[in-house]
């Protein structure tokens, strides 16, 4: 059995790279030791991984990447089982102080024009794309363990457990952390080169009780229900998340998906000999605020642990192979960015190895650049996660760090759209394929020397801290100067502000003050980066706020119309 490529792992990497692959004419095998569906994390969506899939679903032709960018699209072509995601909310605690709910902070994501983000039911998401491979000739061996891996001058072979060799011309591993490639060529850095350090417990359960339902929008004062977002519990050593499928009106699936993830100080404060249960029993017995979500709930699926979350490889490339997303490292799962480094991949490998089959070249020359790309994501995160898990000591120093991470994200969001945006305009792929060789590569804007330089000082702040240089207090008032008098900064997120603990409101009027900021206000500069096209791609005839506040009321008047839409904005 003799391919041009051959994948390893049938999850969400696997089977959009093979997609990728077979929609090109290039023949690939995909091969997984297990089937769908199954479970599988990576379940919260970004508006960076959103951007990117509509982004993949043009620069290759692949419409059903699009079908899943939004809770929407994902609802009407895919599958029932999404829950929806308006934002990222983090509420902290501190066993020492009475819990005041207002010590909380929101990121809200874009809902024009694409509606609201997505939670994805990744048993159901992972199983459309490989149906997808499949539709566009990918050739599929599934319940099938691959014994042995070898590569050579001309290409690379596997051998399954059955006794079958099957060779290519070249390989892709999109398993995990157990990859097979990682361990044929001893490629893991042992320990991890990773400053994160978090260990983790997780699991799927029903009965969770929104926590919405115990603090109202009064006591938090946040401008959306954090029930219909990513939740974060954070205190000092760790965070737990919940994610529910089942936050709007229209939910099929009762599920929520629940983690526990701790560093070494969190780690100290529970009894690691015993069961994941047992540690998070002893979790909602230090934070008895959160326990009232739990009363009613139970598991649905075995518990989970992971002593290291974090693992990394000294390289990803050889001669005939690539490590691909998860299989080459990971960090987190804070802030989301595993299920986007992914696709960062897939993305990146894509078109240069349909090349390098249709030349028969496969120098890893022509691979550097994803090399780069992944490694340098991956590092950029485990420094975002780093300086949070030190922000988690305090809320008045997680309440000024976490702006950095939004604002990155915020420009991140704007980098996609544009390019997406220009292309769509002018039909020029360049704006496409440029994408992954911007100077920054891998970090979290990554066209920004302004945000760049921002990101490092508050994170030298950060390091300060962790080393015991800097008090907490001093560490704030800092922070909050770094973002003083900054003109690329857009005003209306008065990020100086500690009062303001949300970016935006999320709604269609903030969207245009912003945007129309960078039509207008902004500098050159930033203009050109983020703001080069017409803005009736964007609004239509809306120039001004008192326009898009009308224009928003007629939307939020049309949306009653769909179930699904009408629910999220009914809540």
């Known amino acids: 059995m003799n391919?041009?490529?051959?994948?390893?792992?049938?999850?969400?990497?696997?089977?959009?790279?093979?997609?990728?692959?077979a929609k090109h004419g290039i023949s690939t095998v995909l091969i997984d030791r297990a089937e769908h569906p199954r479970f599988s994390l990576g379940e919260s969506m970004i508006p960076a991984t959103s951007y990117l899939l509509r982004i993949m679903a043009d620069r290759y032709e692949v419409p059903e990447f699009d079908n899943i960018s939004t809770f929407l699209k994902i609802r009407k072509k895919v599958t029932a089982s999404a829950g929806i995601k308006r934002n990222?909310?983090?509420?902290?605690?501190?066993?020492?102080?009475?819990?005041?709910?207002?010590?909380?902070?929101?990121?809200?994501?874009?809902?024009?024009?694409?509606?609201?983000?997505?939670?994805?039911?990744?048993?159901?998401?992972?199983?459309?794309?490989y149906r997808?491979?499949?539709?566009?000739?990918?050739?599929?061996?599934?319940?099938?363990?691959?014994?042995?891996?070898?590569?050579n001058a001309d290409g690379v072979s596997v051998t399954t457990a059955d006794g079958r060799a099957i060779t290519g011309k070249y390989l892709l591993d999109c398993t995990g952390a157990f990859s097979a490639v990682a361990q044929k060529f001893d490629l893991r850095e042992r320990p991890a080169r990773m400053r994160t350090n978090s260990s983790c417990v997780f699991t799927h359960m029903i009965g969770v009780k929104p926590f919405d339902e115990l603090y109202s929008p009064e006591q938090h004062g946040l401008p959306q229900p954090l029930s219909q977002g990513t939740l974060h519990h954070i205190f000092d050593g760790g965070w737990l998340w919940i994610i529910p499928f089942d936050n709007h009106d229209a939910a099929t699936n009762d599920v929520c998906s629940i983690g526990l993830h701790l560093d070494q100080r969190g780690a100290a404060l529970f009894d690691q000999t015993q069961s994941p249960e047992t540690v998070f029993a002893?979790?909602?017995?230090?934070?008895?605020?959160?326990?009232p979500q739990f009363e009613q709930a139970h598991t649905v699926r075995p518990w989970i642990r992971i002593p290291r979350t974090q693992y990394s490889s000294k390289r990803i490339l050889g001669d005939r192979y690539c490590l691909v997303g998860q299989a080459a490292g990971a960090v987190d799962a804070l802030f989301s960015r595993g299920l986007y480094i992914t696709m960062e991949?897939?993305?990146?490998?894509?078109?240069?190895?349909?090349?390098?089959?249709?030349?028969?070249?496969?120098?890893?020359?022509?691979?550097?650049e994803v090399e780069r790309l992944t490694q340098g994501l991956l590092d950029a995160h485990d420094s975002v996660v780093h300086g949070s898990y030190i922000a988690f000591r305090s809320f008045d120093l997680w309440n000024a760090w976490n702006r950095v991470w939004a604002l990155g994200g915020t420009f991140s969001s704007l980098r996609f759209r544009q390019a997406h945006l220009k292309y769509k305009i002018t039909g020029d792929r360049s704006h496409l394929d440029n994408l992954d060789t911007h100077p920054f590569v891998g970090t979290v804007c990554a066209d920004s020397p302004e945000y760049q330089q921002l990101f490092t000082d508050a994170y030298g702040i950060m390091l300060r801290v962790e080393q015991g240089d800097m008090e907490p207090e001093k560490a704030v008032a800092e922070l909050y100067a770094l973002y003083e008098g900054k003109a690329w900064i857009p005003p209306i997120y008065d990020l100086a502000n500690p009062e303001r603990r949300y970016v935006s409101s999320g709604d269609y009027r903030s969207m245009v003050e912003s945007t129309m900021w960078g039509y207008t206000e902004a500098p050159e500069e930033i203009r050109e980066r983020y703001f080069d096209f017409p803005a009736e791609y964007l609004f239509g005839a809306v120039r001004d706020a008192e326009a898009a506040e009308a224009r928003w009321h007629t939307l939020l008047t049309e949306a009653a119309a769909y179930p699904t839409f009408g629910a999220f904005d009914a809540k």
């Open 282 to 291: 002893q979790f909602l017995e230090r934070f008895p605020e959160i326990a």
């Open 345 to 368: 991949a897939v993305n990146a490998i894509g078109w240069r190895l349909i090349e390098a089959v249709r030349d028969n070249d496969f120098d890893p020359a022509r691979f550097a």
């Open 132 to 151: 997808v491979a499949v539709k566009y000739g990918a050739t599929v061996l599934q319940n099938t363990a691959i014994t042995e891996v070898d590569e």
């Open 3 to 21: 391919y041009d490529v051959v994948v390893l792992g049938s999850g969400i990497a696997g089977s959009a790279m093979a997609t990728v692959l």
């Open 88 to 129: 990222f909310s983090f509420v902290y605690h501190d066993p020492d102080r009475p819990f005041d709910a207002a010590e909380s902070t929101m990121l809200p994501v874009p809902h024009h024009p694409h509606g609201p983000e997505a939670h994805l039911y990744r048993q159901d998401i992972d199983a459309y794309l």
